[in-house]
């Protein structure tokens, strides 16, 4: 699938309006070096032939202001969008399977730790904006570099009441890992599940 450039906040609305279905939204700009980094890999995710769906790059120092459209505060950030409606958020260098697989729910995660390549299982945060708790253990999850797609149900309501018939959780967070849940900040589960070394969170 062919990746375009959005020019202004008008292209997207047309976009956006005119697109049956989900499409990837991408947030980049060359003053970030980790944005440098990770914007080859998202363009390779996007032009892989057996991605079908339509990909879209913003260029924050080009086109202003369409980031803080989505809460978007930090570069790189790629997000999955049905309409206006944001239904997963990568933030961060990710690699091209990283993005197939939290985008497209698509294989096995890969990522790197050090000199060794590691493989989690897909890993999805429910959470919302008002909630600390989510935020925490979102970054500690960046801080383990697990990729996970970001379910906002604060912003999605059908998505609240589809985890409670899941869990019989009102709450968030609620982590889902390879299948399994996990309710709350529970880091020594979330060790378990994704097979890590348990560390001291801050």
């Given at each position: 699938?062919?990746?375009?450039t959005?020019?202004?906040?008008?292209a997207?609305?047309?976009?956006?309006?005119?697109?049956?279905?989900?499409?990837?939204?991408?947030?980049f700009?060359?003053?970030?070096?980790?944005s440098?980094?990770?914007?080859?890999?998202?363009?390779?995710?996007?032009?892989?032939?057996?991605?079908?769906?339509?990909?879209?790059?913003?260029?924050?120092?080009?086109?202003?202001?369409?980031?803080?459209?989505?809460?978007?505060?930090?570069?790189?950030t790629?997000?999955?969008?049905?309409?206006?409606?944001?239904?997963?958020?990568?933030?961060?260098?990710?690699?091209?399977?990283?993005?197939?697989?939290?985008?497209?729910?698509?294989?096995?995660?890969?990522?790197?730790?050090?000199?060794?390549?590691?493989?989690?299982?897909?890993?999805?945060?429910?959470?919302?904006?008002?909630?600390?708790?989510?935020?925490?253990?979102?970054?500690?999850?960046?801080k383990?570099a697990?990729?996970?797609?970001?379910?906002?149900?604060?912003?999605?309501p059908?998505?609240?009441?589809?985890?409670?018939?899941?869990?019989?959780?009102?709450?968030?967070p609620?982590?889902?890992?390879?299948?399994?849940?996990v309710?709350?900040?529970?880091?020594?589960?979330?060790?378990?599940?994704?097979?890590?070394?348990p560390?001291?969170?801050?």
């Amino acid at each position: 699938m062919a990746l375009e450039t959005v020019q202004s906040a008008e292209a997207l609305a047309n976009k956006l309006n005119d697109h049956a279905g989900s499409l990837v939204l991408g947030f980049f700009g060359d003053f970030s070096e980790a944005s440098r980094k990770a914007q080859p890999a998202f363009e390779a995710f996007c032009k892989n032939p057996e991605n079908q769906t339509t990909c879209l790059l913003v260029d924050v120092g080009k086109t202003k202001g369409l980031h803080n459209r989505y809460g978007v505060s930090t570069v790189p950030t790629v997000l999955l969008l049905d309409k206006d409606k944001v239904l997963a958020k990568m933030v961060g260098g990710q690699n091209e399977d990283s993005y197939r697989h939290h985008l497209l729910g698509q294989g096995v995660s890969p990522t790197q730790q050090g000199d060794k390549k590691v493989s989690f299982p897909r890993v999805v945060v429910y959470s919302s904006d008002s909630c600390p708790w989510c935020t925490r253990v979102k970054l500690y999850l960046r801080k383990r570099a697990v990729p996970f797609q970001d379910i906002n149900v604060s912003r999605r309501p059908e998505e609240a009441a589809a985890l409670q018939r899941k869990t019989g959780q009102t709450g968030v967070p609620q982590v889902q890992i390879g299948g399994q849940w996990v309710v709350g900040f529970d880091q020594p589960k979330i060790d378990r599940l994704l097979n890590l070394p348990p560390i001291k969170t801050e």
